[in-house]
């Protein structure tokens, strides 16, 4: 294929300025460990995992060949009343991953698929306990759960939500976690902010009664948003209160799972145990959409016990759940994650790159740096009338130095393959910096 021999006019962009982009397109046709190649020959420098998922890199031997293989071996196997080894195997390996007793893995195709499978496992799981009336589920301000209404209706971003409205009717809302006066330029948890947790009870639970909450969900660091850190106690308090009530704690690790925070799951790098993390992304390296549910065993036996023997417990499932060639990708990134230990490599790189980031402190217009293992956001001041063009320019120059960053509103975001160098860091660091002087100017 030449370069410019499609049309780009058909392909309606996701989260996209699709006029903007098609009247400059950015297009990548190669990719490599930590390297995009772009249609005009250079190597561009993935400062962004893809899109958070590529935690081992690009185009990993071991990955592609498993893929390969599989689609040479069975390409498709149903999901309804039939099985393939390999999701069972893959559903093994996450469970021994997980913490706790979460032990029971649902498979979905993506984080969206995932958390509208956890807020329905929700439901069912208290009716099948008889308390089916608990149908209020609680998100936070500025989540993202997704693009599903599930996923929208407890996510509380504003732009995703205002041409949609609120699908799920049952829904509130906590207060997100991010004070600027109090956690600026915060490394790792901040301090500030424990006592938020407790509006779940003082608010929430008194404004709708606990006998009718189901779950809360939550991503222990808000990532699509900006890069919001949840401050120290917050989600033991978060726990707690659940705990006290009856109410599901679900952590949205769709980001955060598979050594984006230092361990397998940022509910080990904070120390609570919830009783669901959805995951999706990394546990393919983004080489196969993927997406799964982990629920602890009280869960998975509570839904199950309910129905009679040979009666489907769970009404809910997807075509290609367990897909064979996304559970041969998982496969495949599980074991270069154990082979190269690449989560005990986030969490050895966690304090260069926390040095590395903040440098940029007194960069032009730079009023927040934020970090949490292999994550920060780098938040600019917006320009007077024109919210998010300052971060978009710097996304802009940044691509054209040969360096790819994320952008949400006016914060730069950044989350490398876990493989990345000190020196790919230093580079990935410089040529912000070096974006950063140069729009200050304009």
């Given at each position: 294929?030449?370069?410019?021999?499609?049309?780009?006019?058909?392909?309606?962009?996701?989260?996209?300025?699709?006029?903007?982009?098609?009247?400059?397109?950015?297009?990548?046709?190669?990719?490599a460990?930590?390297h995009?190649?772009?249609?005009?020959?250079?190597?561009?420098?993935?400062?962004?995992?893809?899109?958070?998922?590529?935690?081992?890199?690009?185009?990993?031997?071991?990955?592609?060949?498993?893929?390969?293989?599989?689609a040479?071996?069975?390409?498709?196997?149903?999901?309804?009343?039939?099985?393939?080894?390999?999701?069972?195997?893959?559903?093994e390996?996450?469970?021994?991953?997980?913490?706790?007793?979460?032990?029971?893995?649902f498979?979905?195709?993506?984080?969206?698929?995932?958390?509208?499978?956890?807020?329905?496992?929700?439901?069912?799981?208290?009716?099948?306990?008889?308390?089916?009336h608990?149908?209020?589920?609680?998100?936070?301000?500025?989540?993202?759960?997704?693009?599903?209404?599930?996923?929208?209706?407890?996510?509380?971003?504003?732009?995703?939500?205002?041409?949609?409205?609120?699908?799920?009717?049952?829904v509130?809302?906590?207060?997100?976690?991010?004070?600027?006066?109090?956690?600026a330029?915060?490394?790792?948890?901040?301090?500030?902010g424990?006592?938020?947790?407790?509006?779940?009870?003082?608010?929430?639970?008194?404004?709708?009664?606990?006998?009718?909450?189901?779950?809360?969900?939550?991503?222990?660091m808000a990532?699509?948003?900006?890069?919001?850190?949840?401050?120290?106690?917050?989600?033991?308090r978060?726990?707690?209160?659940?705990?006290?009530h009856?109410?599901?704690l679900?952590?949205?690790?769709?980001?955060?799972?598979?050594?984006?925070?230092?361990?397998?799951f940022?509910?080990?790098?904070?120390?609570?145990?919830?009783d669901?993390?959805?995951?999706?992304?990394?546990?393919?390296?983004?080489?196969?959409?993927?997406?799964?549910?982990?629920?602890?065993?009280?869960?998975?036996?509570?839904?199950?016990?309910?129905?009679?023997?040979a009666?489907?417990?769970?009404?809910?499932?997807?075509t290609?759940?367990?897909?064979?060639?996304?559970?041969a990708a998982?496969?495949?990134?599980?074991?270069?994650?154990?082979?190269?230990q690449?989560?005990?490599?986030?969490?050895?790189?966690?304090?260069y790159?926390?040095?590395?980031?903040?440098?940029?402190?007194?960069?032009?217009?730079?009023?927040?740096?934020?970090?949490?293992?292999?994550v920060?956001g780098?938040e600019?001041?917006?320009?007077?009338?024109?919210?998010?063009?300052?971060?978009?320019?710097?996304?802009?120059?940044?691509?054209?130095?040969?360096?790819?960053?994320?952008?949400?509103?006016d914060i730069?975001?950044?989350?490398p393959?876990l493989?990345i160098?000190?020196?790919?860091?230093?580079?990935?660091v410089?040529?912000?910096g070096?974006?950063?002087?140069?729009?200050g100017?304009?």
């Amino acid at each position: 294929m030449n370069p410019g021999d499609y049309d780009l006019d058909a392909y309606w962009m996701p989260f996209t300025a699709n006029r903007q982009f098609k009247a400059a397109p950015r297009m990548f046709v190669g990719a490599a460990d930590m390297h995009y190649l772009t249609e005009d020959g250079r190597k561009v420098l993935d400062g962004t995992a893809g899109l958070w998922c590529v935690n081992a890199g690009h185009c990993r031997p071991k990955i592609v060949e498993a893929i390969k293989r599989q689609a040479e071996t069975m390409d498709y196997s149903p999901a309804f009343q039939m099985g393939h080894p390999g999701a069972f195997r893959v559903a093994e390996r996450v469970a021994k991953l997980a913490p706790g007793d979460l032990d029971h893995v649902f498979f979905a195709n993506s984080g969206s698929e995932a958390v509208d499978s956890a807020l329905k496992i929700a439901l069912a799981y208290h009716r099948a306990r008889g308390e089916g009336h608990r149908t209020v589920l609680v998100g936070r301000e500025r989540g993202y759960h997704g693009a599903g209404f599930g996923g929208m209706s407890v996510g509380g971003i504003p732009a995703n939500r205002k041409v949609f409205g609120n699908m799920l009717f049952r829904v509130d809302h906590l207060a997100h976690t991010h004070n600027p006066q109090e956690n600026a330029f915060s490394r790792g948890q901040p301090g500030w902010g424990a006592h938020l947790a407790d509006e779940l009870e003082q608010r929430i639970i008194a404004l709708h009664d606990a006998s009718n909450i189901a779950a809360v969900i939550v991503e222990p660091m808000a990532g699509s948003t900006g890069v919001l850190i949840p401050p120290k106690g917050y989600l033991e308090r978060l726990r707690a209160i659940c705990d006290r009530h009856g109410l599901l704690l679900i952590f949205d690790e769709v980001i955060t799972g598979f050594g984006r925070t230092g361990p397998c799951f940022a509910a080990e790098a904070v120390g609570v145990l919830p009783d669901m993390i959805t995951v999706a992304k990394g546990i393919t390296n983004g080489a196969v959409p993927m997406g799964a549910v982990i629920v602890r065993r009280g869960i998975y036996d509570a839904v199950v016990d309910s129905a009679p023997s040979a009666v489907i417990e769970l009404f809910h499932g997807y075509t290609y759940s367990g897909h064979p060639l996304a559970t041969a990708a998982a496969e495949a990134s599980l074991d270069v994650f154990e082979e190269e230990q690449l989560f005990g490599r986030a969490r050895e790189l966690a304090s260069y790159f926390e040095d590395a980031v903040h440098s940029l402190r007194e960069m032009p217009h730079v009023i927040d740096i934020r970090n949490m293992g292999l994550v920060a956001g780098i938040e600019l001041e917006p320009r007077p009338g024109a919210p998010a063009s300052r971060a978009f320019q710097a996304f802009l120059r940044c691509y054209e130095k040969g360096v790819l960053v994320r952008t949400t509103g006016d914060i730069i975001a950044l989350s490398p393959p876990l493989i990345i160098s000190r020196q790919q860091i230093d580079e990935l660091v410089g040529t912000i910096g070096a974006a950063l002087r140069e729009i200050g100017r304009d």
